[in-house]
């Protein structure tokens, strides 16, 4: 007798061309990557430039190269690679056993900032032609949004931003939108490492050994030391895997844990720079309220959970996407001190 173990879909983002399908089949999971895959929104096309952010090769050249090992950093292990018709590509990844995405600890988050800091502060970073560049800049400022909202009273009079965006939170996002050239400038002049750039719940599994795992390296490239921590902290309760009550804890540790991470490695730059650039990469989220706004105009029962497959409840979304917000605020208005 044969058995066949169940084909089990993951949740990933829908609306990224680039991931044409990801599942699991037993101790194995598959991720198939095209560049002709046209059903998402244009904001998340794939491209064939090598460079650009949502480049649609570049996972299997990460894998392929295994430049997370040459980083210090684990990742599941590549079990195989193979170029189907049609010119797609599939990843045949380990899949591999731990915490993830809300069943993460605040220790778990400061273990990763932790074991990111002690390999981006490495005197020598990988280099290859197909690595991100601009990342930050090309993510944040191409997102579908209508920018308009930002000045429109009635939409911020709606109930849901009445209740969860005061009157003072949203003046400190109208500076932060105000500032955002300034900011992204900031962040672009800040010292380089090679960042993994879309390290939050969702991409960590920590093993029991203590050992984080990092998932989904489509955007990794040039970006600024602490980038990634900045990216951590506030989407560590944007999506509600985290209590947005406890942000400030994790900022903190994360930081501080990530610094130590730099010192670590005998990074020679200054804590300074680091913290002003984290601090700088708030702009990322620019967009957010300008979607929150968008949101709160929708049915109750539209507002989805991150992967679209089920709704959450809208006040839990927006008191965590108003912390989260308020924070990046507060890292801007530092930043630009």
Not at 64 to 69: F, G, Q, R, V
């Amino acid at each position: 007798m044969s058995w066949r173990v169940a084909r089990e879909e993951l949740t990933h983002n829908r609306m990224n061309a680039v991931t044409a399908d990801v599942w699991r089949d037993g101790d194995r999971v598959h991720k198939v990557l095209t560049g002709r895959d046209d059903r998402g929104p244009a904001h998340w096309a794939s491209s064939d430039d090598p460079c650009a952010w949502n480049s649609w090769r570049r996972e299997a050249l990460v894998y392929a190269t295994d430049l997370p090992a040459r980083l210090g950093l684990a990742a599941p292990r590549l079990i195989d690679l193979k170029d189907l018709d049609g010119g797609d590509v599939e990843l045949v990844l380990e899949h591999v056993e731990g915490r993830h995405r809300d069943t993460l600890t605040i220790d778990d988050l400061a273990a990763t900032a932790l074991a990111l800091g002690r390999a981006q502060g490495r005197p020598e970073q990988p280099d290859h032609p197909w690595l991100s560049r601009g990342f930050l800049r090309g993510y944040s400022t191409t997102r579908a949004v209508d920018w308009a909202l930002l000045h429109d009273d009635d939409a911020w009079a709606r109930p849901l931003m009445r209740a969860h965006f005061p009157p003072a939170l949203r003046r400190d996002l109208l500076a932060l939108h105000a500032h955002r050239e300034r900011l992204l400038a900031l962040v672009e002049h800040a010292p380089r490492t090679v960042a993994h750039l879309d390290a939050w719940p969702n991409n960590i599994i920590m093993r029991d050994d203590g050992t984080p795992v990092l998932i989904d390296w489509a955007f990794t490239g040039d970006g600024a030391v602490g980038e990634d921590v900045a990216n951590l902290v506030p989407d560590a309760v944007f999506d509600l895997f985290f209590d947005h009550g406890d942000l400030d804890a994790i900022a903190e540790r994360a930081t501080e844990a990530y610094i130590g991470g730099l010192r670590d490695a005998d990074w020679r730059g200054t804590e300074q720079d680091v913290r002003r650039a984290i601090a700088a990469c708030a702009v990322k989220y620019d967009w957010l309220t300008v979607f929150c706004l968008a949101e709160a105009g929708r049915a109750a029962t539209d507002i989805m959970a991150y992967g679209g497959d089920a709704p959450v409840d809208a006040d839990a979304r927006f008191a965590a996407r108003a912390a989260g917000l308020a924070l990046c605020a507060r890292w801007a208005k530092g930043a630009l001190a």
